[in-house]
């Protein structure tokens, strides 16, 4: 197959398959680290301040779907409140969309969520916690039937859209979902730290048919590792493991950054990070593969966090890509003001 036809028909498998992938993995940003809220209920309200905003927007596949490319957005607002002496309530809402290829295959969903974060030992600067954490969230499913190819539209290998296509029968839905998730944190001092957490997504496991048939959401298991570790004066390395099990697939993301502190003003924080990451994943029908490398930078000033990372793709796909996989931007900003007997927590 030539290399041009081979890419053509790439661009049609993009633009038609997520129409049909109802029971398909759920978003996922590169820069998980930086859309807390979407890994882990239980990172709700796990911070240095005490409110957090944050905002995270992906393009994927756009030097292949040009305007069909698949776009993930999300928003989220949380806070930490004291409870007792020594622990926490948090509390927060996210807002996220996406939207893929030529059927506008698109899902919306609004979340709350809360969690309880238990001090298990240490003092402020060596500190040990538990958090317990849920969600709760409502979403709208849909799709754009009218831009579909079918194959009553397929005469001798010439589409021809006025001939009858077919019919979904309910192109948008509303369906609820829950999750709940623990982790755990050390804190060793300032710029040392260690955490690691499990979730699991879809609880009820909601019915997602387009056709009024009984197809439930697979459950998602989530497991993630990460800290930070200074190696030298002013340089630190930020280790993480993130994977997601759903269904038949599966997903690894595996890497470092580097965290270098600049400046050298006490009262403002500046850091710079640099970063590479490996996507790994399994094939449809069997085996794995190396999806993408990950290439990141994080530049912090005081409160606010602003990210980007580039997905350079390594699967077979990039005939078709010329390696070209997605960008990230993320922006995070947080509220801290005083608090009397905070402790140090992993900087999400």
């Known amino acids: 197959m030539k290399k041009t036809t081979l890419r053509n028909f790439l661009v049609i498998v993009l633009a038609t398959v997520s129409a049909f992938a109802v029971t398909a993995q759920d978003i996922h940003f590169s820069q998980f680290y930086m859309s807390p809220l979407n890994l882990n209920p239980a990172l709700t309200g796990v911070m240095n301040c005490n409110h957090r905003l944050t905002a995270n927007y ?9 305007q069909n490319a698949y776009n993930t957005y999300s928003a989220s607002y949380d806070q930490k409140m004291p409870v007792g002496r020594y622990d926490y309530f948090g509390l927060g809402g996210t807002l996220w969309g996406d939207k893929a290829g030529a059927s506008e295959f698109a ?3 609004a979340r709350i969520s809360g969690s309880y974060a238990k001090k298990m030992g240490g003092y402020r600067r060596k500190a040990h916690y538990l958090v317990v954490g849920a969600d709760f969230g409502v979403s709208n499913r849909s799709i ?3 831009n579909l190819q079918w194959p009553s539209q397929n005469n001798g290998g010439q589409f021809e859209p006025g001939q009858a296509g077919g019919v979904i029968l309910n192109p948008s839905f509303v369906f609820v979902d829950m999750s709940a998730g623990l982790l755990w944190f050390s804190v060793f001092d300032e710029n040392n730290n260690l955490y690691f957490g499990t979730s699991f997504s879809h609880l009820n496991r909601a019915n997602v048919s387009f056709e009024n048939q009984n197809i439930p959401l697979y459950g998602k298991l989530t497991a993630h590792f990460g800290g930070e570790f200074e190696v ?4 630190s390395v930020l280790p993480g493991v993130v994977s997601f099990f759903q269904g038949p697939s599966f997903q690894v993301n595996v890497g470092n950054s580097f965290k270098f502190l600049l400046g050298n003003s ?4 500046q850091a710079f990070q ?8 399994n094939k449809l029908n069997q085996g794995k593969l190396m999806d993408a490398i990950i290439l990141s930078t994080r530049f912090d000033y005081e409160q606010f966090t602003l990210g980007f990372s580039y997905d350079v793709n390594t699967s077979s796909l990039r005939t078709a890509t010329n390696g070209n996989g997605a960008f990230e931007f993320s922006l995070l900003y947080k509220v801290c003001g005083p608090e009397r007997r905070g402790v140090y927590c992993p900087n999400f």
């Open 107 to 109: 899902t919306i969903q």
């Open 144 to 146: 754009n039937s009218a």
């Open 274 to 281: 640099l970063g590479a990451w490996a996507r790994i994943s």
């Open 58 to 66: 992906r393009n994927q596949w756009a030097s292949v779907l040009k």
């Open 232 to 235: 030298a004066q002013r340089v």
């Open 266 to 269: 006490r009262r403002y924080h």
